[in-house]
């Protein structure tokens, strides 16, 4: 072995001058101004997403001027005032652009919040009325995953009236039914994440920190033979080297079925970037140096990348369980699709194929363990959407029970999916914190997370729909190879939702799905906002209009035709409650003209519909059986009903009685749930949002609920949340009664007054009486559940996937313009309409839409991650990767229709992921309608949009 | 090597950096670094030592030398969108910066790197090679000039030594009577490269094309000139049909690739298209620009 070279560090001292103070700083010549505010001047408002200049996340004033921070050497920065988020606010309090992001809902996960107030802060010091054309540009290299943007412009638009006393927007729809819920109160969290003070898990430095580095597979298949770590082992500063001899033999994933990973591959690597070894040492820099220093021999394997060629006789097998590569078979036939299809008067079959999109949150994703209580509880800190599957599968990996660890849930910077999984990070740190008793980081570089994949699956889909002539559905049948990856995780579950979904919004007497979840050898797919369905929803709604423009029937027409109403069972057996579906639609086409547009258009010009719909909460959960150590209990057979209660809530009331804590383990990862758990909860025991703080961040305190999945939380939380309340209400209606000798049903709440009903009578603040409690009783705390109702669903394998307790609706209609002679899209507007039941936060419903649809619209004409034919991802970056920037998204109305599910807290829903389903198939529609071609293929990408109106032009 | 295995350099002048080319060996010059400090955090290229540019005045500012513009390597991209100078003979360099990646690197990224880094689809290059722009290159032993096209010599790569900095870059101010254009073809709105680019440049005599200039970017290893395509319009009366005919040529001479961004049939595609616009664009100017005959 040659002898190590061990790489020596230009080291300089400079001085920084950082928000008006200068510190004196020893730097490496290469690192730059990001890391060094960052890991030196522990100024963490400053983000990195990508770190190659292609997100704005790290923006920052230099002399005045945007700067990507990831992009400048801190050496080269002396001299230079620099301004981050944190040295923006005046005397203490919130810049006025600031205070507008707060109160025109322009926050999210607040992960791209800080590069984006950093560069609309320099766009309105030297332009203090920019138009929105202006915004536009100006913000336009930060990206925004969450928002859809256009409540940030409308806040930039806006700043100057935040400039004295603020002055918030009116909010459309706003509910005076109640008085918390049904309002568009700023997101709870508004202020901690847009000064950059939210913490998220890779802001995290604890003292005796250690770094972790994985060694990737650089080949797509093969064995391992050797792997020599001595060298990496030698470099100073490495503490650990681990490799798959030295992790546990017990395989992990998500569907319970087919835990198919290790921690680190054992024998086989089955992907570029499949996990083989890992470093940890003093810094992030020794450790990629020592990465290099291992020496990996692989005999390579033949590998297949195409879904149709990896089932052929003779392709390379990924795994010896999975024959033919494939992973899962569903075949699902209710009714008689035969005799469906010979009642009809039309049949067509259309073949579809979908993209593999990748969610790319703007956080990359990030883990730190360490041992408390001398070695006995594991703390782990997860940039995760469901710490309780987190919890349930480290438990798993290192055998130990559930009650020795404790999940930490910081600010989660974007979800949409790819954080709804036990990571290699969450394992790889809790095992080596283990060893090394200190605590570990590990933070993904944007071309991991790529290299870990979990993305959309590419579904090859064929679909074929029966209808008479006057439109009505009579037959639907679906083929469809979902293009897995190399392991399960979700996959099982996502085939069942490619299928499931189809029949919760038309009256389809006939259904048939057969799906094929096939192996390949790339990173592993997994659930994407939407779950399996909106590929085949979109396949379903074009082909839809295709037959409704041959019959001659408008496409709003054959929905309401074939739309289901309220109280429905579902051809597969699921129950739907409420359904405003066909006043989705009905307010759809209203709002946008749709009957004077549609057809009506000049060439290049193009209006389209798309429906869509969703669970509001999996039915069950994703492992059986109690809450327990997976290796102590006998597998439970599956039974008809929730084991567990999904959702748990505490409602903790101060002991002076004027404050409300909420505990509820509810991942909030930008979608709003902690703003509508708290709203929900100041509702239900009639007090001011003020007073109520929510606290979701840590196992030990707050109980169970299983995450921000399958749009649960509102709906299943809420009604925990609720539950709780009402419990700590009852104890203190109770305690009032008795000091006033009257019975509780005689008493209710009213502006924070305990009140005898009817008025006139007696009355005590709620502090007040909370305080008396308190005396009395000690502490007035509340505990509320939620279990999915027993019998959801059908008795059928995979019923189990679709069924909810509710389902939401949506009516989306794009208009767009497509430049003819390049092929090039410009979505232009979008209008939509949902059911949600009742908006809890119409802001924040409002806000879920419009980051649904332009995630949707740029899903459907940009986005895709592309291999090369040795499996090597070829955009792994946010430069080549392409997502809807601020210049590329549309102008969005987003409305709700008047609904209530019984089911949900104060009839509430979900919106989340039902806004992205209807979107594929409106912008594909819109383009049809613009160009005279159907392109069946995603992304409609310009090139394929030119090919297809070749090709009819003969 | 990593990034942060680099050592730094910031040299207070010209003489000094040249000094440092010649003294070390793997040392890249550093501009606004967009390029650069990518390519080494990804791994694309193996540096020692980075000379920055940036502290050296004799590099920065546009200078309007009567008959010509002298714009220094280091200004930036934003500056070219927003110069008084350059709205007003090259509108074309200011389109093209204006339509380049985002505000934050734009306000960073600088011509000379934009240049030098010689990649295939950068959108300066095509404007400038349009407006006959030529560079001026400097070692601490010599001084040399050539035009912008010759100094490509494929993609990534340049005629520029190690020892060599891009001085300036200089446009002859365009004769009355023409206009230059640039038209790019994006797969998104904001910071996306070129899937393919036309620069365009016309000069009119008495009505008909005096000279014409067409430039591809992003479909070639370098920046080419459509010398069939210029060639057909010369001598005639510019029409849309004209034009046509000479995007046909244009798009013949395109030697594209396939990769993510597009593949070869869409790139000719998309130079038929552009030429055209880009030509009746650049007509346009030129008819515009009669009065600016001193
Ligand atoms: C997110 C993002 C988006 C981008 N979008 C675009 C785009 O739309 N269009 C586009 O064209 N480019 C784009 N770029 C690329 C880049 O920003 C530009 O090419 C920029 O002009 C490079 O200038 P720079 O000063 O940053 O170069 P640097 O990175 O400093 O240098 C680039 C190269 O040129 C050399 N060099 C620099 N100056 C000199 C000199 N004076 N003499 C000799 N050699 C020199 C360096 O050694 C290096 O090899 C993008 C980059 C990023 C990160
Ligand atoms: S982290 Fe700097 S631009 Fe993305
Ligand atoms: S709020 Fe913009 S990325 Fe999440």
Same mark, same amino acid.
């Not at chain 1, 283990?434 to 889909?461: A, C, F, N």
């Not at chain 1, 029949?503 to 096939?518: A, Q, S």
């Not at chain 1, 829903?909 to 594929?920: C, R, S």
């Given at each position: 072995?040659?002898?190590?070279?061990?790489?020596?560090?230009?080291?300089?001292?400079?001085?920084?001058?950082?928000?008006?103070?200068?510190?004196?700083?020893?730097?490496?010549?290469?690192?730059?101004?990001?890391?060094?505010?960052?890991?030196?001047?522990?100024?963490?408002?400053?983000?990195?997403?990508?770190?190659?200049?292609?997100?704005?996340? &790290?923006?920052?004033?230099?002399?005045?001027?945007?700067?990507?921070?990831?992009?400048?050497?801190?050496?080269?920065?002396?001299?230079?005032?620099?301004?981050?988020?944190?040295?923006?606010?005046?005397?203490?309090?919130?810049?006025?652009?600031?205070?507008?992001?707060?109160?025109?809902?322009?926050?999210?996960?607040?992960?791209?919040?800080?590069?984006?107030?950093?560069?609309?802060?320099?766009?309105?010091?030297?332009?203090?009325?920019?138009?929105?054309?202006?915004?536009?540009?100006?913000?336009?290299?930060?990206? &925004?995953?969450?928002?859809?943007?256009?409540?940030?412009?409308?806040?930039?638009?806006?700043?100057?009236?935040?400039?004295?006393?603020?002055?918030?927007?009116?909010?459309?729809?706003?509910?005076?039914?109640?008085?918390?819920?049904?309002?568009?109160?700023?997101?709870?969290?508004?202020?901690?994440?847009?000064?950059?003070?939210?913490?998220?898990?890779?802001?995290?430095?604890?003292?005796?920190?250690?770094?972790?580095?994985?060694?990737?597979?650089?080949?797509?298949?093969?064995?391992?033979?050797?792997?020599?770590?001595?060298?990496?082992?030698?470099?100073?500063?490495?503490?650990?080297?681990?490799?798959?001899?030295?992790?546990?033999?017990?395989?992990?994933?998500?569907?319970?079925?087919?835990?198919?990973?290790?921690?680190?591959?054992?024998?086989?690597?089955?992907?570029?970037?499949?996990?083989?070894?890992?470093?940890?040492?003093?810094?992030?820099?020794?450790?990629?140096?020592?990465?290099?220093?291992?020496?990996?021999?692989? $005999?390579?394997?033949?590998?297949?990348?195409?879904?149709?060629?990896?089932?052929?006789?003779?392709?390379?097998?990924?795994?010896?369980?999975?024959?033919?590569?494939?992973?899962?078979?569903?075949?699902?036939?209710?009714? +008689?699709?035969?005799?469906?299809?010979?009642?009809?008067?039309?049949?067509?079959?259309?073949?579809?194929?979908?993209?593999?999109?990748?969610?790319?949150?703007?956080?990359?994703?990030?883990?730190?363990?360490?041992?408390?209580?001398?070695?006995?509880?594991?703390?782990?800190? @997860?940039?995760?959407?469901?710490?309780?599957?987190?919890?349930?599968?480290?438990?798993?990996?290192?055998?130990?029970?559930?009650?020795?660890?404790?999940?930490?849930?910081?600010?989660?910077?974007?979800?949409?999916?790819?954080? /709804?999984?036990?990571?290699?990070?969450?394992?790889?740190?809790?095992?080596?914190?283990?060893?090394?008793?200190?605590?570990?980081?590990?933070?993904?570089?944007?071309?991991?997370?790529?290299?870990?994949?979990?993305?959309?699956?590419?579904?090859?889909?064929?679909?074929?729909?029966?209808?008479?002539?006057?439109?009505?559905?009579?037959?639907?049948?679906?083929?469809?190879?979902?293009?897995?990856?190399?392991?399960?995780?979700?996959?099982?579950?996502?085939?069942?939702?490619?299928?499931?979904?189809?029949?919760?919004?038309?009256?389809?007497?006939?259904?048939?799905?057969?799906?094929?979840?096939?192996?390949?050898?790339?990173?592993?797919?997994?659930?994407?906002?939407?779950?399996?369905?909106?590929?085949?929803?979109?396949?379903?709604?074009?082909?839809?209009?295709?037959?409704?423009?041959?019959?001659?029937?408008?496409?709003?027409?054959?929905?309401?035709?074939?739309?289901? +109403?309220?109280?429905?069972?579902?051809?597969?057996?699921?129950?739907?409650?409420?359904?405003?579906?066909?006043?989705?639609?009905?307010?759809?086409?209203?709002?946008?003209?749709? #009957?004077?547009?549609?057809?009506?258009?000049?060439?290049?010009?193009?209006?389209?519909?798309?429906?869509?719909?969703?669970?509001?909460?999996?039915?069950?959960?994703?492992?059986?059986?109690?809450?327990?150590?997976?290796?102590?209990?006998?597998?439970?057979?599956?039974?008809?009903?929730?084991?567990?209660?999904? /959702?748990?809530?505490?409602?903790?009331? @101060?002991?002076?009685?004027?404050?409300?804590?909420?505990?509820?383990?509810?991942?909030?990862?930008?979608?709003?749930?902690?703003?509508?758990?708290?709203?929900?909860?100041?509702?239900?025991?009639?007090?001011?949002?003020?007073?109520?703080?929510?606290?979701?961040?840590?196992?030990?305190?707050?109980?169970?609920?299983?995450?921000?999945?399958?749009?649960?939380?509102?709906?299943?939380?809420?009604?925990?949340?609720?539950?709780?309340? #009402?419990?700590?209400?009852?104890?203190?209606?109770?305690?009032?009664?008795?000091?006033?000798?009257?019975?509780?049903?005689?008493?209710?709440? #009213?502006?924070?007054?305990?009140?005898?009903?009817?008025?006139?009578?007696?009355?005590?603040?709620?502090?007040?009486?909370?305080?008396?409690?308190?005396? +009395?009783?000690?502490?007035?705390?509340?505990?509320?559940?939620? #279990?999915?109702?027993?019998?959801?669903?059908?008795?059928?394998?995979? /019923?189990?996937?679709?069924?909810?307790?509710?389902?939401?609706?949506?009516?989306?209609? &794009?208009?767009? @313009? *497509?430049?003819?002679?390049?092929?090039?899209?410009?979505?232009?507007?979008?209008?939509?309409?949902?059911?949600?039941?009742?908006?809890?936060?119409?802001?924040?419903?409002?806000?879920?839409?419009?980051?649904?649809?332009?995630?949707?619209?740029?899903?459907?004409?940009?986005?895709?991650?592309?291999?090369?034919?040795?499996?090597?991802?070829?955009?792994? +970056?946010?430069?080549?990767?392409?997502?809807?920037?601020?210049?590329?998204?549309?102008?969005?109305?987003?409305? %709700?229709?008047?609904?209530?599910?019984?089911?949900?807290?104060?009839?509430?829903?979900?919106?989340?992921?039902?806004?992205?389903?209807?979107?594929?198939?409106?912008?594909?529609?819109?383009?049809?309608?613009?160009?005279?071609?159907?392109?069946?293929?995603?992304?409609?990408?310009?090139?394929?949009?030119?090919?297809?109106?070749?090709?009819?032009?003969? | 090597?990593?990034? *942060?295995?680099?050592?730094?350099?910031?040299?207070?002048?010209?003489?000094?950096?040249? /000094?440092?080319?010649?003294?070390?060996?793997?040392?890249?010059?550093?501009?606004?670094?967009?390029?650069?400090?990518?390519?080494?955090?990804?791994?694309?290229?193996?540096?020692?030592?980075? %000379?920055?540019?940036?502290?050296?005045? $004799?590099?920065?500012?546009?200078?309007?030398?009567?008959?010509?513009?002298?714009?220094?390597?280091?200004?930036?991209?934003?500056?070219?969108?927003?110069?008084?100078?350059?709205?007003?003979?090259?509108?074309?360099?200011?389109?093209?910066?204006?339509?380049?990646?985002?505000?934050?690197?734009?306000?960073?990224?600088?011509?000379?790197?934009?240049?030098?880094?010689?990649?295939?689809?950068?959108?300066?290059?095509?404007?400038?090679?349009?407006?006959?722009?030529?560079?001026?290159?400097?070692?601490?032993?010599?001084?040399?000039?050539?035009?912008?096209?010759?100094?490509?010599?494929?993609?990534?790569?340049?005629?520029?030594?190690?020892?060599?900095?891009?001085?300036?870059?200089?446009?002859?101010?365009?004769?009355?009577?023409?206009?230059?254009?640039?038209?790019?073809?994006?797969?998104?709105?904001?910071?996306?490269?070129?899937?393919?680019?036309?620069? &365009?440049?016309?000069?009119?005599?008495?009505?008909?094309?005096?000279?014409?200039?067409?430039?591809?970017?992003?479909?070639?290893?370098?920046?080419?000139?459509?010398?069939?395509?210029?060639? @057909?319009?010369?001598?005639?009366?510019?029409?849309? $049909?004209?034009?046509?005919?000479?995007?046909?040529?244009?798009?013949?001479?395109?030697?594209?690739?396939?990769?993510?961004?597009?593949?070869?049939?869409?790139?000719?595609?998309?130079?038929?298209?552009?030429?055209?616009?880009?030509?009746?664009?650049?007509?346009?100017?030129?008819?515009?620009?009669?009065?600016?005959?001193?």
């Amino acid at each position: 072995m040659s002898p190590v070279e061990i790489p020596r560090d230009f080291h300089r001292l400079i001085v920084l001058k950082v928000n008006g103070e200068s510190y004196p700083l020893a730097v490496r010549d290469g690192d730059t101004l990001l890391d060094v505010l960052r890991d030196k001047l522990r100024l963490t408002g400053t983000k990195k997403g990508c770190d190659l200049g292609a997100c704005g996340a &790290c923006t920052v004033l230099l002399d005045g001027e945007p700067r990507n921070s990831c992009l400048i050497l801190a050496a080269a920065c002396e001299g230079k005032e620099i301004t981050t988020i944190e040295g923006i606010g005046k005397d203490g309090g919130l810049h006025p652009v600031q205070r507008a992001f707060v109160n025109h809902g322009a926050i999210q996960c607040g992960f791209c919040t800080s590069g984006m107030v950093m560069s609309a802060v320099a766009l309105v010091e030297r332009n203090p009325d920019p138009t929105a054309a202006e915004i536009r540009e100006a913000l336009s290299g930060n990206l &925004c995953r969450c928002t859809g943007y256009g409540r940030i412009v409308e806040a930039v638009k806006n700043w100057k009236r935040y400039e004295s006393a603020d002055q918030p927007p009116e909010h459309r729809g706003d509910l005076k039914k109640h008085d918390v819920v049904g309002r568009s109160v700023p997101r709870v969290d508004a202020v901690e994440k847009v000064t950059g003070r939210a913490k998220y898990a890779a802001d995290l430095y604890l003292q005796n920190l250690l770094h972790g580095k994985i060694l990737h597979s650089p080949i797509p298949h093969g064995v391992i033979k050797k792997i020599d770590t001595s060298a990496a082992e030698a470099l100073p500063g490495v503490k650990l080297v681990l490799t798959g001899k030295d992790v546990p033999d017990i395989t992990y994933g998500v569907s319970p079925a087919r835990y198919d990973e290790h921690v680190l591959a054992k024998e086989k690597v089955r992907h570029v970037g499949d996990e083989v070894a890992a470093v940890f040492a003093v810094d992030e820099v020794t450790a990629e140096r020592a990465l290099d220093l291992i020496d990996v021999e692989y $005999e390579e394997l033949p590998a297949v990348f195409d879904p149709v060629e990896a089932t052929k006789e003779g392709a390379p097998v990924i795994h010896e369980k999975s024959k033919n590569n494939i992973n899962t078979v569903v075949d699902h036939h209710f009714g +008689d699709v035969d005799k469906g299809f010979a009642e009809a008067d039309l049949v067509w079959e259309e073949e579809f194929v979908g993209n593999h999109v990748y969610q790319s949150p703007i956080e990359p994703h990030a883990s730190i363990a360490h041992w408390e209580d001398d070695g006995h509880t594991l703390v782990l800190y @997860s940039s995760t959407q469901v710490p309780h599957y987190v919890h349930y599968m480290v438990a798993r990996v290192l055998d130990i029970p559930l009650g020795r660890i404790r999940v930490m849930r910081p600010p989660v910077g974007g979800g949409f999916g790819v954080k /709804a999984a036990t990571t290699p990070l969450d394992l790889l740190t809790a095992l080596a914190s283990q060893k090394l008793g200190r605590p570990v980081k590990m933070v993904y570089t944007r071309k991991e997370m790529y290299l870990y994949g979990r993305g959309r699956h590419k579904q090859h889909m064929r679909f074929r729909i029966g209808l008479t002539k006057e439109g009505r559905i009579t037959a639907v049948q679906s083929r469809i190879f979902l293009d897995g990856g190399a392991y399960t995780s979700f996959g099982v579950i996502t085939a069942y939702y490619a299928g499931s979904m189809i029949p919760t919004l038309y009256y389809i007497p006939n259904y048939r799905y057969e799906g094929f979840r096939v192996m390949t050898n790339k990173p592993a797919c997994g659930a994407m906002r939407g779950h399996g369905a909106p590929q085949p929803r979109f396949a379903f709604e074009c082909l839809l209009n295709m037959m409704a423009d041959e019959l001659g029937i408008d496409p709003v027409e054959i929905r309401l035709l074939n739309a289901i +109403d309220a109280n429905t069972r579902t051809r597969n057996e699921l129950d739907v409650r409420s359904c405003e579906f066909k006043a989705t639609l009905t307010e759809v086409a209203r709002e946008t003209r749709w #009957k004077e547009k549609y057809g009506k258009l000049p060439p290049g010009h193009g209006i389209g519909i798309g429906c869509g719909g969703f669970v509001s909460g999996a039915g069950y959960a994703i492992y059986r059986g109690q809450v327990q150590r997976s290796s102590e209990k006998t597998p439970h057979p599956f039974v008809k009903r929730a084991v567990f209660p999904h /959702a748990n809530a505490i409602v903790k009331v @101060s002991e002076d009685g004027t404050a409300v804590v909420l505990l509820i383990l509810a991942a909030e990862i930008g979608q709003g749930s902690s703003t509508v758990l708290s709203q929900l909860c100041a509702e239900a025991l009639g007090v001011s949002l003020k007073r109520v703080r929510i606290r979701t961040e840590d196992s030990d305190i707050c109980p169970l609920d299983l995450g921000a999945y399958s749009s649960r939380t509102t709906l299943m939380g809420g009604n925990a949340v609720v539950r709780a309340a #009402k419990d700590v209400l009852k104890k203190l209606l109770g305690s009032v009664s008795e000091l006033w000798g009257c019975s509780p049903e005689a008493l209710e709440v #009213k502006d924070e007054q305990i009140v005898e009903k009817g008025g006139e009578g007696r009355a005590m603040a709620w502090a007040e009486a909370a305080r008396k409690y308190f005396n +009395d009783n000690g502490p007035l705390v509340g505990t509320g559940w939620y #279990k999915p109702p027993e019998g959801l669903g059908g008795d059928y394998k995979g /019923a189990a996937v679709g069924t909810s307790p509710a389902f939401s609706f949506g009516s989306s209609v &794009c208009e767009c @313009s *497509v430049d003819l002679e390049t092929g090039k899209v410009r979505i232009e507007r979008f209008t939509d309409y949902h059911d949600c039941g009742t908006p809890v936060n119409p802001q924040a419903v409002h806000g879920q839409v419009e980051g649904a649809v332009v995630m949707g619209a740029g899903e459907t004409i940009m986005e895709e991650v592309v291999y090369d034919e040795k499996g090597n991802i070829l955009n792994p +970056d946010l430069h080549h990767y392409l997502i809807m920037t601020m210049k590329d998204a549309p102008e969005i109305m987003s409305g %709700v229709v008047d609904s209530y599910e019984p089911e949900g807290p104060y009839g509430a829903k979900e919106v989340g992921e039902g806004a992205t389903l209807p979107v594929l198939a409106a912008v594909a529609h819109a383009i049809a309608n613009a160009t005279g071609v159907w392109v069946k293929e995603l992304p409609i990408t310009p090139e394929r949009i030119l090919k297809a109106m070749r090709a009819t032009e003969g | 090597m990593k990034l *942060v295995d680099v050592r730094f350099h910031a040299p207070r002048g010209l003489e000094e950096a040249l /000094a440092l080319l010649e003294g070390l060996k793997d040392a890249r010059v550093m501009a606004g670094g967009t390029d650069l400090l990518v390519d080494i955090k990804q791994g694309l290229r193996e540096v020692r030592d980075i %000379v920055s540019l940036h502290r050296i005045a $004799e590099l920065k500012g546009i200078e309007d030398e009567g008959d010509r513009l002298r714009i220094g390597a280091l200004v930036t991209v934003r500056e070219l969108a927003s110069n008084a100078a350059v709205a007003k003979h090259i509108p074309a360099l200011a389109d093209a910066a204006r339509s380049m990646a985002s505000e934050q690197i734009r306000s960073i990224a600088t011509i000379g790197g934009n240049i030098s880094s010689a990649v295939p689809s950068a959108d300066l290059p095509p404007p400038l090679i349009a407006a006959d722009a030529g560079v001026e290159l400097e070692s601490s032993r010599s001084a040399r000039r050539m035009s912008l096209l010759e100094f490509f010599t494929g993609p990534r790569e340049t005629v520029c030594l190690a020892t060599e900095l891009l001085r300036s870059v200089v446009i002859p101010l365009p004769p009355p009577n023409t206009g230059i254009s640039y038209f790019r073809f994006t797969l998104r709105e904001a910071s996306a490269l070129a899937v393919a680019s036309v620069a &365009c440049r016309i000069t009119l005599k008495s009505g008909v094309v005096d000279r014409a200039t067409v430039v591809l970017g992003a479909v070639a290893p370098t920046p080419i000139l459509a010398n069939k395509a210029s060639r @057909s319009l010369l001598g005639k009366n510019p029409s849309a $049909e004209l034009f046509r005919e000479a995007a046909s040529h244009a798009k013949e001479e395109a030697k594209p690739i396939s990769d993510i961004r597009g593949c070869v049939w869409h790139r000719k595609e998309l130079v038929h298209v552009l030429t055209q616009r880009a030509l009746a664009e650049a007509l346009e100017r030129a008819l515009g620009k009669a009065e600016v005959a001193e």
